[in-house]
């Protein structure tokens, strides 16, 4: 069989049933053999960019996934780039398959010929061009290790078309894949680990999202049952713990933490970090502020993670599950042996917290405030909802106020935090789930960078509702530019002279996305919101296409973040929860 043939056959051995790309003369062989060979379904994207988010949205749907994108030589390979850096900064694993201009013409400036592989190395576990057909079988085989082994993240396999169309021998039905490596702590690791929380008086567990790569939320859960111990789930962990468990401490953060998170983490004496990389978003750049007073044990896949932002006290490298399943079994006996502290004091007054630090998000304005809108989005959405997004305000603010249950129910690009994520990804998550309600927020700026995207959802058939926050600003980098006191490049307003009923919010969202295909939804007034967001849902479900519903903002909103980098020093630009009625969705009723 050919190569490419081999190659096709070697992804569906290895689990593959969905791929996402854009095709191209160099990648037109390998085409042709997913086309005869069968088994795999392919989703045509507008650009490869997109296909890579695409890929990533349906990695992180479910465990075991592995997205995979694929493209044709040249700018496709380049287009993947961004794609590549944010599976890697959040460990995701993805593949990305791209066609290369025949390999005797590699350095003679062939048509679309780049060297992707050497550009690719930085944001890859692997990046290579194969130039001997035999090798193919092994490279595939080489990737899907890598990218489930240790710290798990992406590959990019580079193949020149004359490459993939030689025939070679390989025989699919004795392949098998490669062993997974994973490094698993000792129990004379985890007893030592343990010794330590036992030794605090205000321990808490920050739970990263190895815990939810390893899929092992469970497992932390019974843990932080056994022991009282609450937990505090970074960006990329949320969910690990339902947010209405009675051990969610809620989140840590310059700007995606909870008022009563940081409170609590600011009370603390003991944090066990599982599964986490100690990212500034949550611990803020003023390390002292966060380290200060607290024994520090941290377990993390990756050894040369231990010790990377600071050194902690104690240093386990083992996978997430490997580590939980030996706290769970030194902690029972503990418990047994009735040697495990009463924490129930900690406990109460992390409550007490939860029930009083709490932020406003009932506000009756027109043009309506957004905080109104993450209220009739948690009153709209269930606890089954998954929530795709990644950068800008409209997700810090999100993150302070909405509500999630379960892993892999938050999907946001963390690290990188790419514009234009949104859309792509939370296809790529619909298409791994099409059961479950996908629910997409972005801001506006978010929105039009891969609009184009959307045609997508409505070729294949792909429904999701798309939460649209719109002040026609760059909300986020206008708030940061308050410190140097200037307003400069972020505005985004004009009128529109083809819809003049929108003012100064410039562009037609609703048109574009009716031309695109899909569904949309235009609110200007917070008490027709929840209407909106169940029309939505129905038509998204009666049509079979993404909705779009667009929340019209009032143009400025600072939202709560620290304006130094430091987790003790949050600052609350707007009117906080005084009275039961200004958080009425908040997950404990607030305290008065």
């Given at each position: 069989?050919?190569a490419?043939?081999?190659?096709?056959?070697?992804?569906?051995r290895?689990?593959?049933s969905?791929?996402f790309?854009?095709?191209?003369?160099a990648?037109?062989?390998?085409?042709?053999?997913?086309k005869?060979?069968g088994?795999?379904?392919?989703?045509?994207?507008?650009?490869v960019?997109?296909?890579s988010?695409?890929a990533?949205?349906?990695t992180?749907a479910n465990?075991?996934?592995?997205?995979?994108?694929?493209?044709?030589?040249?700018?496709?390979?380049?287009?993947?780039?961004?794609?590549?850096y944010?599976?890697?900064?959040?460990?995701?694993?993805?593949?990305?398959?791209?066609?290369?201009?025949?390999?005797?013409?590699l350095?003679?400036?062939?048509?679309?010929?780049?060297?992707?592989?050497?550009?690719?190395?930085?944001?890859?576990?692997?990046?290579?061009?194969v130039?001997?057909?035999?090798?193919?079988?092994?490279?595939?085989?080489?990737?899907?290790?890598?990218?489930?082994?240790?710290?798990p993240?992406?590959?990019?396999?580079?193949?020149?078309?004359d490459?993939?169309q030689?025939?070679?021998?390989?025989?699919?039905?004795?392949?098998?894949?490669l062993?997974?490596?994973?490094?698993?702590?000792?129990?004379?690791?985890?007893?030592?680990?343990?010794?330590?929380l036992?030794e605090?008086?205000?321990?808490?567990?920050?739970?990263?999202?190895?815990?939810?790569?390893?899929?092992?939320?469970?497992?932390l859960?019974?843990?932080?049952?056994?022991?009282?111990?609450p937990?505090?789930?970074?960006?990329?962990?949320?969910?690990?713990?339902?947010?209405?468990?009675?051990?969610?401490a809620?989140?840590?953060?310059?700007?995606?933490?909870?008022?009563?998170?940081?409170?609590?983490f600011?009370?603390?004496?003991?944090v066990l970090g599982?599964?986490?990389?100690?990212?500034?978003?949550?611990?803020?750049?003023?390390?002292?502020?966060?380290?200060q007073?607290?024994?520090f044990?941290?377990?993390?896949?990756?050894?040369?993670?231990?010790?990377?932002?600071?050194?902690?006290?104690?240093?386990?490298t083992?996978?997430?599950?490997?580590?939980?399943?030996?706290?769970?079994?030194?902690?029972?006996?503990?418990k047994?042996?009735?040697k495990?502290?009463?924490?129930s004091?900690w406990?109460?007054?992390?409550?007490?917290?939860k029930?009083?630090?709490?932020?406003?998000?009932?506000?009756d304005d027109?043009?309506?405030?957004?905080?109104?809108?993450?209220e009739e989005?948690?009153?709209?959405?269930?606890?089954?909802t998954?929530?795709?997004t990644?950068?800008?305000?409209?997700?810090?603010?999100?993150a302070?106020?909405l509500?999630?249950?379960?892993?892999?129910?938050?999907?946001?690009c963390?690290?990188?935090?790419p514009?234009?994520?949104?859309?792509?990804?939370?296809?790529g998550?619909?298409?791994?789930d099409?059961?479950?309600?996908?629910?997409?927020l972005?801001?506006?700026?978010?929105?039009q960078?891969?609009?184009?995207?959307l045609?997508?959802?409505?070729?294949?058939?792909?429904?999701?509702?798309?939460?649209?926050?719109?002040n026609?600003?760059?909300?986020?980098?206008r708030?940061?530019?308050i410190?140097?006191?200037?307003?400069f490049?972020?505005?985004?307003?004009?009128?529109?002279?083809?819809?003049?009923?929108?003012?100064?919010?410039?562009?037609d969202?609703?048109?574009?996305?009716?031309?695109?295909?899909?569904?949309?939804?235009?609110?200007?007034?917070?008490?027709?919101?929840?209407?909106?967001?169940?029309?939505?849902?129905?038509?998204?479900?009666?049509?079979?296409?993404?909705v779009?519903?667009?929340?019209?903002?009032?143009?400025i909103?600072n939202?709560?973040?620290s304006?130094?980098?430091?987790?003790?020093a949050?600052?609350?630009?707007?009117?906080?929860?005084?009275?039961?009625?200004?958080a009425?969705t908040?997950?404990?009723?607030?305290?008065v």
């Amino acid at each position: 069989m050919t190569a490419a043939r081999a190659a096709v056959e070697i992804l569906k051995r290895e689990g593959v049933s969905n791929a996402f790309g854009v095709p191209g003369a160099a990648i037109n062989p390998f085409y042709k053999e997913l086309k005869e060979s069968g088994g795999i379904d392919h989703t045509l994207a507008r650009h490869v960019e997109g296909a890579s988010h695409m890929a990533e949205g349906y990695t992180r749907a479910n465990p075991g996934n592995i997205g995979v994108c694929i493209g044709t030589s040249g700018p496709a390979g380049t287009d993947m780039i961004t794609g590549l850096y944010s599976a890697i900064g959040d460990s995701i694993p993805i593949l990305c398959i791209t066609g290369q201009a025949p390999s005797h013409l590699l350095h003679k400036e062939d048509f679309q010929a780049v060297d992707i592989a050497t550009i690719a190395k930085s944001v890859a576990k692997m990046a290579v061009t194969v130039l001997e057909a035999a090798q193919v079988p092994g490279v595939f085989q080489q990737a899907f290790h890598l990218m489930r082994s240790g710290r798990p993240g992406p590959v990019l396999i580079d193949l020149p078309i004359d490459v993939q169309q030689t025939e070679i021998e390989f025989d699919p039905e004795t392949y098998e894949p490669l062993p997974v490596y994973k490094p698993a702590a000792t129990r004379a690791q985890i007893e030592k680990a343990i010794g330590l929380l036992l030794e605090s008086e205000r321990p808490l567990i920050v739970a990263g999202g190895g815990i939810i790569n390893a899929d092992a939320s469970d497992l932390l859960v019974e843990f932080a049952e056994i022991t009282n111990t609450p937990v505090v789930p970074t960006l990329m962990g949320w969910g690990t713990i339902p947010d209405d468990h009675e051990l969610n401490a809620g989140m840590v953060g310059q700007q995606t933490g909870h008022r009563y998170g940081n409170a609590t983490f600011l009370e603390s004496d003991f944090v066990l970090g599982l599964g986490n990389r100690w990212a500034n978003r949550h611990t803020g750049y003023k390390l002292d502020v966060y380290t200060q007073g607290r024994t520090f044990v941290h377990v993390d896949i990756e050894p040369t993670q231990i010790g990377k932002i600071f050194a902690p006290d104690y240093g386990i490298t083992s996978d997430a599950k490997a580590a939980l399943e030996l706290f769970v079994e030194v902690a029972k006996e503990l418990k047994a042996a009735g040697k495990l502290p009463d924490r129930s004091a900690w406990v109460a007054s992390h409550l007490e917290r939860k029930e009083t630090l709490l932020r406003r998000t009932h506000f009756d304005d027109i043009p309506m405030k957004p905080q109104r809108v993450y209220e009739e989005m948690n009153k709209a959405f269930g606890k089954d909802t998954r929530y795709v997004t990644t950068i800008g305000l409209s997700q810090i603010a999100g993150a302070q106020m909405l509500h999630v249950y379960k892993p892999r129910h938050w999907i946001n690009c963390g690290q990188a935090g790419p514009l234009g994520w949104t859309i792509p990804a939370a296809l790529g998550v619909a298409k791994a789930d099409p059961d479950t309600q996908v629910v997409a927020l972005s801001g506006d700026y978010d929105f039009q960078f891969m609009i184009e995207e959307l045609a997508v959802g409505a070729q294949h058939r792909i429904p999701y509702v798309h939460v649209l926050v719109n002040n026609a600003y760059l909300g986020l980098i206008r708030q940061a530019q308050i410190g140097l006191d200037i307003n400069f490049q972020v505005n985004l307003e004009f009128e529109n002279q083809n819809s003049p009923e929108l003012g100064v919010y410039g562009v037609d969202h609703v048109k574009v996305a009716e031309g695109l295909g899909c569904k949309a939804i235009r609110v200007t007034d917070p008490s027709e919101l929840g209407e909106a967001l169940e029309r939505a849902k129905k038509l998204a479900q009666d049509h079979q296409v993404p909705v779009v519903v667009e929340a019209i903002l009032e143009r400025i909103t600072n939202i709560s973040m620290s304006p130094t980098a430091d987790i003790s020093a949050v600052k609350e630009f707007e009117e906080l929860a005084t009275e039961p009625g200004h958080a009425p969705t908040s997950i404990r009723p607030l305290k008065v």
